[in-house]
């Protein structure tokens, strides 16, 4: 059984930025990718970045540029930085792990930006 705990979402202003961490744990293949996705109201659930566990990234267009996603392998740990924050950000964002055999998911964390 894999779990994942998701932090660090809230409000932030427009062109704030914010962090998200989420820690895996339980029976975790060492070849994964872990990544965050996002769902807005009324919109499907969408791909925000992924990595690799060699670290290899890969981004939504729309936030190219402005996120950063990252890993700690020791830690089975991934982060996602967002900077210059857009009102169109506002979601949920779940955490991902997909291995050969299954995908995960967070809970889910709320990002809302508002003036």
């Known amino acids: 059984q894999v779990q994942l705990v998701e932090s660090g979402g809230g409000l932030v202003q427009p062109g704030g930025s914010l962090r998200l961490s989420c820690a895996a744990s339980?029976?975790?293949?060492?070849?994964?990718?872990m990544g965050w996705y996002r769902q807005a109201p009324g919109k499907q659930r969408e791909l925000v970045a992924t990595i690799t566990n060699g670290g290899r990234s890969d981004y939504a267009d729309s936030v190219k540029g402005r996120f950063t996603i990252f890993r700690d392998n020791a830690k089975n740990t991934v982060y996602l930085q967002m900077n210059s924050l857009k009102f169109e950000d506002t979601a949920v964002y779940y955490c991902?792990?997909?291995?050969?055999?299954?995908?995960?998911w967070g809970q889910g964390t709320q990002v809302t930006v508002s003036s």
């Open positions: 339980g029976s975790i293949y060492r070849i994964n990718n």
């Open positions: 991902n792990l997909h291995t050969w055999a299954s995908d995960y």
